[in-house]
Nanobody, 125 residues
Framework: QLHLVESGGGSVEPGGTLTLSCTVPGFHLDSFDIAWFRQAPGKEREAVSCITGSGDNTNYEDSVKGRFTVSRDNPENTVYLQMESLKPDDTARYYC??????????????????WGQGAQVTVSS
């Protein structure tokens, strides 16, 4: 059973930057595609971004394109989500999830089997 661990959440003012990390202690993260999802209070969970196991393909939800960057450091067994120009609408609990390897990564939640507990991101002035 994989236990994904997110870190790096916090509070930031609009326009600020945060970087989330996702690790999987005891497993080789490069064996999985990794996606980031988020869920705000009263809203459905939505996809944010994904990256293939090799890191050669990424995908982003339209509202974060140009502001968020997903990357991975497989030797360090860590996937990152760098979030810039943050907006109040980005406030949510962010989850990383692991799923099977594909040639291009998927943004559908059903593609991902293992999930972390989430990290809270709050954007407010």
């Amino acid at each position: 059973q994989l236990h994904l661990v997110e870190s790096g959440g916090g509070s930031v003012e609009p326009g600020g930057t945060l970087t989330l990390s996702c690790t999987v202690p005891g497993f080789h993260l490069d064996s999985f595609d990794i996606a980031w999802f988020r869920q705000a209070p009263g809203k459905e969970r939505e996809a944010v971004s994904c990256i293939t196991g090799s890191g050669d393909n990424t995908n982003y939800e339209d509202s974060v394109k140009g502001r968020f960057t997903v990357s991975r450091d497989n030797p360090e067994n860590t996937v990152y989500l760098q979030m810039e120009s943050l907006k109040p609408d980005d406030t949510a609990r962010y989850y990383c999830a692991a799923g099977a390897i594909h040639r291009t990564c998927r943004l559908q939640s059903y593609e991902y089997v293992y999930w972390g507990q989430g990290a809270q991101v709050t954007v407010s002035s």
